[in-house]
């Protein structure tokens, strides 16, 4: 493992590398000549001349994957010709025109594409049957986001999403899907670090601008993947997979020969013999961890956290390797967050709270399941520490927990028992049995759901947390609060609590402090911003 603790947090005016482009800044100055990659293109294209802006096509290398990406979607139409058609040479020439009709869509597709970055803005024109052009501003570009699928790793291209900030997730937002490995990190520099002012020509006296070196923050240890089975969404990957071959049996069996009906009859043989159903369940259960610790490893192989130019850069993975950055003075803070088994592990997951960024929970990670320790050691350094302990909630937010985590199966319980002294049936005493064990297992789950509870300030970053089998806890700046709502149901009312939700301009959008009593209610918002209340608590 390898930690640097340097603080990482840039200030507003830190400014970046001279952008590295071919664009005007506008009214005829040209960009400053700094060292970059080749133009893109692949031989037989041409890259933009230098100090202008005109269209760029993606890699005509995209053409081998679009017609086969396309194939998914036309399996369906293409067996249903040849099955009509009784395999005959007239259904094999319509089957055949279908896949040449693909590659003429993905050539025209291609030529119709065009982007450019024009002054201090991306263009990006689409003209296959009405012509269209997304503009996006340099300046709202939040994060660059750079993926290598398999096809495109093999041909040496890349896709790239832009982060813009103007939705909550990435229909809005633009992408170039089939651009050059050195195009993809020219255009990366151009995006991240370009702004208007920052490509003008410089004063002819004026020092060159140094550039930032790239620091590697963490490196994850490879034997640190073993953790990946404790965070429980890998864990359902053998079922999910028996069920996607289930559901395609029964979409497609008839086009693939055998017919839904012996896909039926298959399930019906299985569901008769009770002790090879219960073997195949025992399998797939067995097979969760092994299953699932290799699906993570997949996503999270090599998972690297740098710092480059301003910016903190994620990668991670093995078949499709992806690289995301996010801008350092735009992060407010951090969420740590751990399943049940991860906290009994001593591990935990950690996102960034940015503003304007979509669709966190993909982007944002910061790191997968590290000792908690060492996530902590990372988030202080890199964005900064809490220092404060968490406050307690009152007495009256654990009854609620162990009401709700209790009351539920006891009622079922009485229900079950009731249903078993009348009929006297295995059945119901079985139920009643097990909502009786479920009830008593609420017991330590509802107090634990207690203990997560906390909410804090240390002067300059708040804090709340909440949760049990997934508890988070989220870390944020005071000036990334927006402002503050009081919400109350009818069952909070009667036990005299409510929850606050601290608005931030980032992350989730809100942070909610579940069940805090009335004056903590007030007391809080009032020490973290007393500006805002002073005006209504004046006498």
């Known amino acids: 493992m390898t930690f640097d603790p340097h603080h990482l947090d840039q200030?507003?005016?830190?400014?970046?590398?001279?952008?590295?482009?071919?664009?005007?800044?506008?009214?005829?100055?040209?960009?400053?000549?700094?060292?970059?990659?080749?133009?893109?293109?692949?031989?037989?294209?041409?890259?933009?001349?230098?100090?202008?802006?005109?269209?760029?096509?993606?890699?005509?290398?995209?053409?081998?994957?679009?017609p086969v990406r396309m194939l998914p979607s036309l399996l369906?139409?293409?067996?249903?010709?040849?099955?009509?058609?009784?395999?005959?040479?007239?259904s094999f020439l319509w089957a055949a025109l279908g896949v040449a009709g693909t590659v003429v869509f993905a050539v025209v597709r291609w030529a119709t594409f065009s982007y450019q970055i024009a002054g201090d803005r991306l263009e990006i024109k689409r003209s296959l049957i009405s012509r269209s052009v997304r503009t996006i501003p340099l300046e709202r570009i939040r994060g660059v986001d750079v993926s290598?699928?398999?096809?495109?790793?093999?041909?040496?291209?890349?896709?790239?999403?832009?982060?813009?900030?103007?939705?909550?997730?990435?229909?809005q937002e633009g992408e170039l899907d089939g651009v050059t490995l050195a195009e993809a990190?020219?255009?990366?520099?151009?995006?991240?670090?370009?702004?208007?002012?920052?490509?003008?020509?410089?004063?002819?006296?004026?020092?060159?601008?140094p550039r930032e070196n790239e620091r590697i923050i963490m490196r994850v240890p490879r034997a640190w993947l073993l953790y990946g089975p404790l965070?429980?969404?890998?864990?359902?990957?053998?079922?999910?997979?028996?069920?996607?071959?289930?559901?395609?049996?029964?979409?497609?069996?008839?086009?693939?020969?055998f017919g839904r009906d012996a896909a039926w009859d298959a399930g019906q043989w299985l569901w008769d013999r009770p002790y090879l159903l219960l073997v195949a369940v025992v399998l797939l259960v067995v097979a969760m961890p092994v299953v699932g610790g290799v699906m993570y490893a997949?996503?999270?192989?090599?998972?690297?956290?740098k710092e480059r130019d301003g910016y903190l850069v994620a990668e991670r993975g093995l078949i499709n390797r992806r690289s995301v950055s996010l801008e350092s003075r735009r992060v407010r803070g951090y969420e740590i967050a751990d399943a049940l088994a991860e906290r009994w592990a001593g591990v935990v997951r950690v996102w960034a709270i940015v503003t304007g960024l979509g669709d966190s929970q993909a982007r944002g990670q910061l790191l997968p399941d590290v000792p908690r320790a060492v996530a902590h050691q990372v988030t202080g350094s890199a964005i900064g520490p809490f220092t404060a302990e968490l406050r307690p909630h009152p007495p009256v937010a654990r009854n609620r927990r162990l009401f709700r985590a209790i009351a539920p199966w006891a009622a079922l319980a009485a229900l079950a028992l009731a249903a078993a002294l009348l009929t006297a049936a295995m059945a119901w005493w079985v139920l009643a049995v097990a909502a009786?064990?479920?009830?008593?297992?609420?017991?330590?789950?509802?107090?634990?759901?207690?203990?997560?509870?906390?909410?804090?300030?240390?002067?300059?970053?708040?804090?709340?947390?909440?949760?049990?089998?997934r508890r988070s806890q989220a870390v944020f700046e005071r000036r990334a609060v927006v402002g503050w709502r009081i919400r109350q149901t009818w069952f909070q009312r009667r036990a005299g609590v409510m929850t606050l939700v601290a608005g931030v301009g980032a992350g989730e959008g809100g942070y909610s402090a579940v069940d805090v009593s009335e004056t903590q209610a007030v007391a809080f918002p009032a020490e973290v911003t007393p500006d805002w209340l002073a005006p209504f608590i004046r006498s």
């Open 11 to 66: 200030q507003p005016g830190t400014e970046g590398p001279p952008a590295a482009g071919n664009a005007h800044s506008g009214a005829g100055e040209p960009a400053p000549p700094v060292a970059q990659p080749d133009p893109p293109g692949e031989p037989g294209g041409q890259g933009p001349p230098e100090g202008w802006a005109v269209p760029v096509r993606l890699s005509p290398k995209v053409l081998l994957i679009d």
């Open 76 to 90: 369906l139409p293409l067996v249903g010709v040849l099955f009509v058609g009784g395999f005959s040479p007239r």
């Open 148 to 171: 290598m699928p398999p096809m495109h790793r093999l041909l040496g291209l890349a896709v790239l999403k832009l982060d813009t900030g103007a939705s909550g997730g990435s229909e």
């Open 185 to 209: 990190e020219r255009l990366k520099a151009v995006l991240l670090h370009a702004r208007a002012q920052e490509r003008r020509q410089p004063a002819p006296d004026a020092p060159p601008r």
């Open 231 to 257: 965070s429980g969404a890998y864990l359902l990957t053998p079922f999910a997979l028996a069920g996607g071959a289930i559901g395609l049996a029964f979409q497609w069996g008839d086009q693939l020969g």
């Open 298 to 305: 997949v996503f999270n192989w090599n998972f690297t956290l």
């Open 436 to 469: 009786l064990v479920l009830a008593g297992a609420g017991v330590p789950l509802g107090l634990d759901r207690y203990r997560s509870l906390g909410h804090g300030y240390d002067g300059i970053r708040l804090s709340v947390r909440s949760g049990s089998l």
